[in-house]
């Protein structure tokens, strides 16, 4: 279930330098911004990218390294699946979860399950960065550094909440879309994420979206 959550804010998603010259946005600089993603992800039908993914952690003072692919759509539809070093597939497609390891495949009905519900809602908002408007399951604080803005994201939702400090999404002002995304666990670990490749409104196989 880590795994699973890990996933889901990929997004999501981000460290970029956490410099002295980074400021807290105010408040009218946070609507803008919300507004401004939020406006760019209603305008996003389908996203795929290639990602690498750095877990830092803490007891070992060690880096592991993976890498990746991911798909979206906005009919709800999301591929998240790791290629090396080893092969992970997490599928989000027609409300059920599809999750396979190796030769081990699992299929989880959405509809009766709360925590799926849960994780499908946050990672298909994360995707584009549309987590920003969702006070349900994060408190938000927004920064303002040079070209990026950072968004400082503090989990609500309990099974979040036991696990992660904190989530922060980065943007490059220029395309207003998440591009990496830094998760501090509770014991110190850190997971970044960052997206590569990314391309928007190409079509995507429904092929994409199955498991076999």
């Given amino acids: 279930m880590k795994r699973f959550l890990i996933i889901i804010l990929m997004l ?7 410099a002295q010259t980074m400021r807290k946005a105010t408040a009218a600089e ?3 911004m919300v507004e401004k993603i939020n406006s760019m992800a209603a305008s996003i039908k389908t996203i795929s990218c290639s990602f690498t993914q750095e877990k830092e952690v803490s007891m070992l003072n060690d880096k592991m390294t993976s890498k ?3 798909y979206y759509t906005n009919a709800g539809k999301l591929r998240w699946e790791y290629t090396s070093p080893y092969s992970y597939i997490f599928v989000i ?6 999750m396979k390891s190796g030769s081990k ?10 925590l799926f519900q849960a994780i499908a809602r946050i990672m298909v908002s994360s995707v584009t960065g549309k987590s920003l408007s969702n006070s349900r ?3 938000l604080t927004m920064y303002c550094y040079n070209k990026q803005w950072c968004a400082h994201l503090v989990p609500k939702e309990a099974n979040m909440k036991k696990m992660f400090k904190y989530i922060r999404l980065y943007f490059n002002t220029s ?3 998440v591009y990496k995304v830094e998760m501090v666990e509770k014991n110190g670990d850190t997971t970044t994420i960052r997206l590569k490749n990314i391309e928007t409104n190409k079509q995507i196989s429904n092929s994409k979206f199955s498991v076999n």
């Fill in 105 to 114: 495949k699992s299929t989880v009905d959405m509809s009766s399950s709360k």
């Fill in 30 to 32: 946070t609507k803008s």
């Fill in 12 to 18: 999501a998603i981000i460290p970029a330098m956490m």
């Fill in 68 to 70: 990746g692919v991911m």
């Fill in 175 to 177: 395309h207003t879309m």
């Fill in 93 to 98: 497609n027609n409300n059920k979860v599809t």
């Fill in 137 to 139: 399951d994060f408190d």
